[in-house]
């Protein structure tokens, strides 16, 4: 007896990969869905934030508007970042693709710039340190394999 293949949601069979393919694409699917929660409760706290500061009030429908325009602008900027790590022939986004990114900002630009100056600080200091421990461990491992010559061992030499 043949074993039963995958179906669709609409009943349409489909072949091995394809129905890999079609769970994928359901898994995504529910990623993005997820995701866009995400972004609409944060957008909520924030026009919560901002109306106790302000004392204005957000309509369901504004903070559902914000939260809808803030996701579908992430969505480009992943793809603009995406495109210039192509551009470049690389497959990994930089921090100077982010930097291009937000050049037409300039508070954001210099901000994004000073956030990557630290990190990049940050990690010269950790590569030091790693150095200075791996100069002083193969340093203590040279000491123990050589053994000290005592006043002993070296009068039988003579």
């Known amino acids: 007896m043949a074993a ?8 349409r069979e489909i072949s091995g990969g394809r129905a890999m393919e079609a769970a994928g694409g359901e898994q995504r699917e529910l990623l993005i869905q997820r995701l866009r929660a995400a972004v609409h409760y944060t957008t909520g706290c924030l026009c919560q934030d901002v109306a106790e500061d302000k004392g204005v009030l957000f ?9 809808e325009i803030t996701f579908r602008q992430c ?6 970042l995406e495109m210039f790590a192509r551009h470049a022939k690389r497959s990994t986004i930089t921090s100077e693709d982010v ?5 037409r900002s300039n ?3 210099k901000y994004i710039t000073q956030k990557s100056d630290e990190l ?14 791996s100069s002083a461990a193969k340093g203590r491992k040279t ?3 050589e053994t000290p010559v005592t006043e002993s061992e070296d009068s039988n030499m003579a």
């Open 59 to 67: 309509s369901k429908q504004t903070v559902a508007a914000i939260s």
């Open 99 to 103: 930097k291009l990114l937000a050049r």
């Open 4 to 11: 039963a293949r995958p179906r669709l949601s609409a009943g």
């Open 120 to 133: 990049a600080s940050s990690n010269m200091e950790q590569k030091e340190k790693k150095k200075k421990k």
């Open 107 to 109: 508070s954001l630009l």
């Open 75 to 80: 969505e480009n900027f992943a793809r603009d």
């Open 143 to 145: 000491e123990e394999n």
